[in-house]
């Protein structure tokens, strides 16, 4: 016999967890919190609540529990003082692409328009650094709200989801009409390939180059793609540079046609592309690759010779340089095929 006690809307959170498999969540306890904490009292749910020092320590352990798992990190936060400690770490989970839920602890419902301590707008306070930020407009929801939450979190491109929850929401019981288990998490399949006919002309026109460059970007290290571009580098005779300010190690330093980092000063950089008639930007992100820039001096990467493949989203490739050719793909089965 079970010895949970009745359903409350804390409990399909659980469900969720399960589901996914993620077996940790991280935080800083608060009063607001012992709801969601409390389940993980019960051996039956089978979820670690591990202690943080700090909110931005509790959110960069969620990031490091992503890149390990595959899934999105969990943590919980109190109130506004919760979330802002951790905005440094939110902000690096966003430009990152790390999938994160964040699960905030809202005052009571019924209090907040009188201002109680410590309450804010902590939706909008999340929302710049997260790719869906709600708070909830009753319990009866809260199912829905985090099956799109752990949707949106893994989607490509992934990143931080943030959930606003008034607290006492947590200890109503299910209506009779609601599922007794959180039905599932719908999935996005991340294994897949883009247009062929413009695969083919973007091979083309690559293979016609003269003296190509490669710049390997994060969407090669989230494929686990470095092996099938250094194929791809060893068949044209292309060096590889790694995108400036990545998140990830993309490509072997050790390999012979690895060029670290591109410069970080504009004429340097537009003097490396010069050198070369194709660029072609793999797993690229939007991410200015210098910290200083004059417009009288031109672009950073002359227009004519850029060539994408994109592995991130297409909502971020091409959105501050144009492309030539433009494919939305996952990197690492398009090599290897």
């Known amino acids: 016999m079970s010895d949970l006690p009745p359903r409350i809307m804390r409990d399909y959170l659980y469900d969720a967890l399960n589901q996914l498999n993620i077996r940790q969540i991280f935080g800083v306890p608060g009063t607001n919190e012992i709801p969601i904490i409390d389940g993980t009292a019960y051996p039956e749910n089978n979820v670690e609540y591990v202690e943080c020092l700090h909110e931005n320590i509790a959110m960069g352990a969620a ?14 936060v109190h109130i506004t003082p919760g979330i802002a400690h951790g905005i440094g770490n939110l902000f690096n989970a966003y430009r990152s692409h790390t999938p994160l839920v964040i699960l905030c602890c809202q005052q009571q419902n019924e209090l907040v328009t009188q201002e109680p301590l410590l309450s804010s707008n902590i939706a909008e306070l999340a929302k710049q650094y997260c790719k869906w930020s709600h708070e909830l407009r009753t319990p009866y929801e809260f199912p829905m709200v985090l099956q799109r939450a752990f949707k949106e979190a893994k989607a490509p491109a992934c990143g931080p989801v943030f959930i606003s929850i008034p607290w006492e929401f947590m200890m109503v019981n299910p209506l009779p009409n609601q599922p007794e288990k959180l039905p599932g998490i719908t999935r996005i399949p991340t294994n897949f390939c883009g247009d062929v006919d413009e695969i083919q002309r ?17 969407g090669v290290g989230y494929d686990n793609a470095a092996e099938q571009l250094g194929i791809l580098a060893q ?16 490509f072997p330093n050790d390999d012979i046609h690895w060029q670290g980092e591109l410069p970080g000063n504009q004429a340097m950089l537009q003097a490396l592309f010069q050198t070369h008639d194709v660029a072609f930007l793999v797993g ?45 793909v996952a990197s690492g089965p398009v090599w290897k095929n």
């Open 235 to 250: 068949t044209v005779g292309a060096p590889v540079s790694l995108q400036t300010f990545s998140s990830l190690a993309n």
């Open 202 to 218: 973007l091979a083309k026109r690559f293979s016609e180059a003269k003296n190509p460059i490669i710049i390997a970007g994060d």
């Open 63 to 76: 990031m490091g529990a992503a890149r390990m798992t595959g899934e999105p990190g969990v943590l919980v």
């Open 284 to 328: 690229w992100s939007n991410q200015a690759q210098v910290t200083v820039f004059n417009y009288a001096d031109g672009p950073l990467i002359p227009l004519q010779w850029i060539f994408f493949i994109c592995r991130i989203t297409p909502g971020i490739s091409g959105k501050t340089t144009t492309a030539v050719m433009l494919c939305w």
